[in-house]
């Protein structure tokens, strides 16, 4: 992927607007994220990740989204203030977007078209299918909390599947060799 990926406009959960140009040169992992999923306590392996490899140009932005189960229903007032307050959140916050659909956003529509398939999302797309759940297209976004690395140079490297914890050494493998390029 080119640098374009830096070019996408973007909100930050305060309102603002940015891009992802101001993490140029850093590594990147992306995470759509839930208040009110069952893997909501991955939180606190993310802000662990965080403070461990933040140092390193490690960088974990979350992007609320609404689309599963309307498992992110609050504001974006209320996001901020359940991530810091649950789960001592210091990484960068965006306003809520959706990461599937026809109204996908722009920065979805292209870490997608960059890395079509998650790693380790067989086990997972199962799991949904048990609760009649399935996603409209193999390259969708399955859950809450599904995982894209950005290396150093803007282009995507690698994504993982929603159940693929912080510590999992699948996604520390990847990190830490998007850290050493």
């Known amino acids: 992927m080119s640098a374009s990926v830096y070019d996408i406009p973007v909100t930050r959960i305060d309102g603002s607007d940015a891009s992802l140009r101001a993490y140029a040169g850093k590594v990147l992992l992306v995470v759509n994220v839930a208040s009110k999923c069952g893997l909501t306590q991955q939180y606190a392996g993310l802000q662990k990740l965080y403070d461990a490899k933040k140092g390193e140009g490690l960088e974990i932005l979350g992007f609320p989204a609404n689309n599963f189960r309307s498992q992110e229903p609050g504001t974006e007032a ?23 659909g026809a109204d996908r956003h722009p920065l979805y529509d292209a870490l997608i078209a960059a890395q079509p398939k998650a790693e380790g999302t067989e086990a997972w797309r199962a799991r949904l299918a048990g609760f009649g759940i399935q ?32 510590d999992d050494p699948r996604l520390l493998e990847a ?5 050493a390029g």
Request: charge should be negative; aromatic fraction near 14%; proline fraction near 3%.
């Open 78 to 100: 209320e996001i901020a203030s359940f991530c810091e307050l649950n789960y001592g959140v210091t990484f960068p916050l965006f306003s809520k977007i959706s990461v599937v």
């Open 135 to 166: 996603s409209a297209s193999e390259s969708d976004v399955l859950w809450n909390f599904e995982k894209f690395v950005i290396g150093r140079d803007g282009s995507v490297v690698a994504r993982f599947s929603p159940d693929i914890a912080a």
């Open 175 to 179: 990190l830490d060799a998007a850290l």
